[in-house]
């Protein structure tokens, strides 16, 4: 009877070890995950902050002398497409009550498209941007 005790006692501290290392490898498999996906989500949060950067620099502009640009911001490298959506005059209701696009202002529509790199990582984005300009 001894010996069946002892025997017993053996499966039991077998059991509890199976449970105790698939305990570990679960816990060790979700802090893996869990840091994965914070460094993607920081790489993310660095690339978007870094484009609006872009466009709030690109939007100060009062004009622009070529259609690329190029540089670095953030310790991210980026290159910048611009093309012309749309070039208007500012749209104005007339005393005769038709509308017209004869203002006082030309409105242009501007798209931005944006490539950033960081080693071998690469994010692309695209805004719209709007500038007007009084015309004398």
């Given amino acids: 009877m001894n010996n069946s005790h002892r025997a ?33 989500s920081l790489r993310y949060q660095d690339f978007y902050i870094t484009a609006l ?9 009062d004009k622009f002398d ?3 640009y190029e540089g670095n911001l953030n310790l991210i490298s980026y290159v910048v ?10 749209y104005v209701v007339g005393k005769d009550g038709i509308g017209r696009n004869n203002g006082a202002f030309m409105v242009t529509l501007y798209e931005l ?24």
């Fill in 81 to 90: 497409e611009i093309k012309i959506i749309l070039n208007k005059r500012n």
């Fill in 8 to 40: 017993f006692t053996i499966i039991e501290i077998l059991i509890a070890m199976l449970i105790l290392f698939t305990a570990i490898a679960f816990s060790n498999i979700s802090i893996k995950a869990f840091n994965t996906y914070q460094r993607q």
């Fill in 53 to 61: 950067s872009l466009k709030n620099k690109f939007s100060s502009y």
């Fill in 66 to 68: 070529r259609l690329k």
């Fill in 113 to 136: 498209k944006m490539k950033l790199f960081k080693g071998n990582q690469e994010e692309k984005y695209k805004f719209l941007l709007t500038k007007q300009k009084k015309i004398k």
